[in-house]
């Protein structure tokens, strides 16, 4: 053969994992090793035993790989020549099956041949030294015979990444996967929601923090102050005698007499009353930091959930719980009697100023109470005559969400029911108030919030870390807002 010809031809000891690891043989882009007529692949002894080895280990891809090769193998070594033809292409790629041949014994003191990688560099310098030609090297991908051919100057091949196959999933990997598979089935089927976390503005937020304002009480000199400027401002008036529009004459045409205010009165108002009205006033604000504490803003929470899925959730349970040194409680509700708030003291009293009355009233004092009566109590039906009307309960709405467990106290927990939550609509939002003990100046901790439902396999849960401070301002300017409000309105 020329030398131009021999050239053209690539001889290659393939490691194991060529047959194992790699595409099937007929499946590989040989031209991508170079310019070459032909491609040699020779199977010697070293390679031959691992791979029967390996088909002998059960069922998994190494081992049925490791089969497919000893057949290849073995119908190579039963025809005639041992060879076998991988592909007629450009290049062509023949295998060759040679066991005769054995590792060089003058590497024996640098290559340890109980290694099997040792074994197969030690068999092409052998080989190289028999038939010296430019190209031969070893085809591997592993770094172990890598490392042993270059350290005695045997050409290497690195098979390309690409041939090799993708890992293979162990048979746990396999169960996982197809219990994924079932878990995303079955997923389908079922309600699928989405939870996220407010502040007041309605934007999304993965920490809650806020602050509650504590106010601290006045100190009696602050008391005093104000006390004496609702004493200065709105003084114990003189009593007097009132006198009416009307002249005497029209008073006595009309069969009116005016009568002054009693003695006791007057005393009741001068010694009772207003000295009365100014404790009750300096009693409301000593405790007036506990008036703003209750218009202060309290800290709220707000959680956003939403079904995206395409089935509605069935006796859905949502469960909102603390985790940390911290309190809930359920939002206010919103009537007229938790709305209202006592935020202004206390008017003066009016002084005794007498009045007109009639000669009627005057002859007959109980005329008045007749007359202030009027015809009330009169012409009403008794009320065990009255028709009893059944009482039926409101039905629940099945799309809507109710207390479960309402806390009426600052509690670690509190839950919401809802027979159908419906998908495709509006997002829920489930809100609460902050609460922490009077003496706590901050707290931290997580809100989590928790779905159940009937047809949900597992349940949803979020959790969003918070953190509380708390600022003790003083009452003061709070009360003397008050004082000056009182002051103004009952000059006007």
């Known amino acids: 053969m020329s030398e131009s010809s021999e050239r053209r031809v690539l001889v290659l000891f393939p490691d194991t994992n060529l047959f194992v690891q790699c595409l099937p043989l007929e499946q590989l882009p040989w031209a991508d090793l170079g310019e070459f007529a ?41 025809q005639e020549p041992q060879c076998g033809t991988i592909s007629r292409g450009s290049p062509v790629v023949r295998l060759f099956v040679k066991p005769e041949l054995q590792p060089s014994p003058a590497l024996r003191e640098r290559l340890d041949y109980q290694e099997r990688d040792n074994q197969l560099v ?37 098979i390309p990444d690409e041939w090799l196959l993708p890992p293979e999933r162990v048979d746990s990997e396999k169960k996982i996967g197809t219990l994924e598979l079932e878990l995303a089935r079955l997923k389908k089927t079922e309600p699928s929601f989405v939870i996220g976390c407010r502040d007041e503005r309605g934007q999304s937020i993965e920490t809650l923090e806020c602050e509650i304002i504590r106010y601290t009480p006045l100190t009696p000199e602050q008391l005093s102050v104000l006390v004496s400027r609702l004493a200065q401002n709105l003084p114990r008036q003189s009593v007097r005698a009132d006198v009416n529009a009307l002249s005497e004459i029209e008073n006595r045409l009309l069969g009116r007499y005016y009568v002054p205010p009693s003695a006791a009165e007057i005393k009741a108002y001068e010694d009772n009353a207003y000295p009365a009205w100014l404790k009750e006033c300096e009693d409301a604000l000593a405790k007036w930091h506990r008036v703003g504490d209750s218009i202060g803003p309290a800290p709220k929470f707000r959680f956003v959930a939403e079904n995206r899925g395409s089935r509605p959730g069935k006796d859905v349970l949502v469960t909102i719980e603390v985790q940390g040194n911290f309190h809930i409680l359920a939002p206010r509700r919103r009537s007229v009697r938790d709305t209202r708030i006592k935020n202004e003291l206390p008017l003066p009293p009016t002084p005794p100023s007498g009045g007109l009355r009639s000669m009627e009233q005057f002859l007959d004092p109980m005329s008045a109470m007749r007359e202030s009566l009027g015809s009330f109590g009169r012409g009403f039906p008794e009320i ?18 109710y207390w479960k467990d309402r ?48 047809n949900l396999s597992t349940p949803l849960t ?24 009182l002051i103004q309105r009952t000059r006007s």
């Open 38 to 78: 032909e491609i040699q692949l020779i199977v010697c002894r070293t390679v031959q035993a691992e791979i029967d080895k390996h088909k002998n280990q059960g069922s998994h891809r190494l081992a049925k790989r490791a089969r497919t090769a000893s057949a290849l193998i073995r119908k190579v070594i039963l």
């Open 122 to 158: 030690g068999t092409i310098a052998a080989f190289l030294t028999a038939n010296p030609r430019d190209h031969v090297a070893l085809l591997t991908h592993d770094t172990g015979p890598m490392a042993s051919a270059k350290m005695v100057n045997i050409p290497i091949v690195p």
């Open 384 to 401: 065990a005559n009255l028709p009893t009307l059944p009482i039926n309960p409101i039905p629940r709405d099945v799309n809507a969400f």
């Open 407 to 454: 806390p009426k106290e600052p509690s670690k927990a509190m839950s919401l029911e809802c027979e159908q939550w419906r998908h495709g609509i509006e997002p829920e939002e489930f809100e609460g108030r902050i609460h922490l003990e009077k003496d706590q100046d901050s707290a931290k901790g997580a809100l989590i919030l928790r779905i159940d439902a009937e």
């Open 462 to 485: 979020t959790q969003v870390p918070v953190r509380v401070t708390v600022n003790r301002p003083s009452a003061y300017q709070l009360a003397l807002a008050a004082t000056d409000q």
